[in-house]
Structures are given as structure tokens and as C-alpha cells.
């Protein structure tokens, strides 16, 4: 972004926006926290889009022990990419995968850019997304909300049921326009 090149003629470095499924959701908001706090210009952050973040807490959620299991995230699943992901000696309750947590840095303290939050309705781990943003919105933070109902986890990369589910189809393109939408707006 500092050099002429070919990307300083046909990139907007003024409306870079974040974007990450699941556990890059995480990555997502994590990385929206630092440009916040440092100068990342000639960056400017427009907007951050975590699609179905691994946002976890200690304790399983409701969603977690009562949603339907599905071949793109298993309770199994979340137990072992935590175990590879995580620093060492932590646990759930690490600001990566429970930014609206006690050992994270209070959310109203955090520079922000504009967010989406993208919910699957039968995700495993909706409760703690929906735990993130409404944490986000007591902090007075502009998030919005995308919301797939009766789909799971990462739906939209099930390229079998895109193109066999007639509504599996209708959700991931309702997904890609409200994201479309989200950055139009920004």
C-alpha cells in the first residue's frame, strides 16, 4: 500500500474490510482490535465480517449440547482444533476464542470498525456468537446482524447441498448479498 504498483492503481486501501469463517472469525475480530490500536495507515479498516466465528466459553453452551452435529463442525471438532489452536495451559476462556469474556479486554475499551456478524441459525456455537454480539451491543459498538435460519455451521462451503437444497441455495445467496450489502454501506 506504501509503493506504486499495480495495487496502488486499482485498490481502495481506504475500505479494506476483514472477513473470516469460523475460526477466522475469531482471527477477524482479534486483528480488528490491533488495527485499532495501532496506525495502519495508509489502511483504513472499513468493516469486519465474522461468518459463524468459533466464539466459545468455558462451559458448554445450550446451543452446543442441544444443536444438531453436522460433517463441518462436531463438539469433537471444536475440542480438538482448540487444543491446536490455543496458546499452552489455556482454555475456552482465552480472548481468542471468548473475546466478550473476563480475561479479554472490555469490548467498550476496544476501537472498532463496523461489524457483521453472520449467524448460522442451527450453528453449534450460535449461543456464544449471540453471547458476542450482544456484548458487543451493550458496548455501544456498530454491529450488525445476519442471521441463516435453520442452517449450520459453515453451510455455504457444502457445495453438495448448494447446489441439491433448493434452501440451502437461497440461504448462501442471502448470505453473499447481506455481505455485499454490509460493504456497499462501508
Known amino acids: 500500500a506504501r509503493e506504486n504498483n499495480w495495487l496502488t492503481e486499482h485498490v481502495d486501501f481506504q475500505r479494506v474490510f476483514l472477513i473470516g469463517d469460523s475460526s477466522g472469525g475469531n ?45 463441518l463442525l462436531t463438539l469433537d471438532m471444536v475440542d480438538k482444533f482448540l ?34 456478524l453472520c449467524v448460522a441459525g442451527n450453528d453449534l456455537i450460535k449461543d456464544t456468537e449471540m453471547e458476542y454480539y450482544e456484548a458487543m451491543k451493550k458496548a455501544g459498538k456498530d454491529v450488525e446482524l445476519l442471521v441463516s435460519p435453520g442452517m449450520g455451521h459453515s453451510f455455504y462451503l457444502d457445495k453438495i447441498a448448494v447446489d441439491m437444497d433448493p434452501n440451502t441455495a437461497a440461504q448462501t445467496c442471502g448470505l453473499f448479498q447481506g455481505i455485499a450489502e454490509f460493504m456497499r454501506k462501508h
Not at 101 to 108: N, R, S, V
Open 27 to 71: 482471527v477477524v475480530h482479534e486483528v480488528a482490535a490491533r488495527a485499532g490500536q495501532a496506525d495502519v495507515s495508509p489502511l483504513r479498516v472499513a468493516g469486519a465480517i465474522p461468518i459463524h466465528p468459533g466464539f466459545l466459553r468455558q462451559e458448554r453452551s445450550k446451543s452446543e449440547l442441544e444443536n444438531p452435529q453436522s460433517p
Open 83 to 116: 487444543s491446536f489452536a490455543l496458546p499452552l495451559n489455556s482454555d475456552k476462556g482465552h480472548p481468542y476464542t471468548c473475546p466478550m469474556g473476563p480475561a479479554g479486554p472490555p469490548i467498550d475499551g476496544l476501537k472498532l470498525p463496523p461489524f457483521l
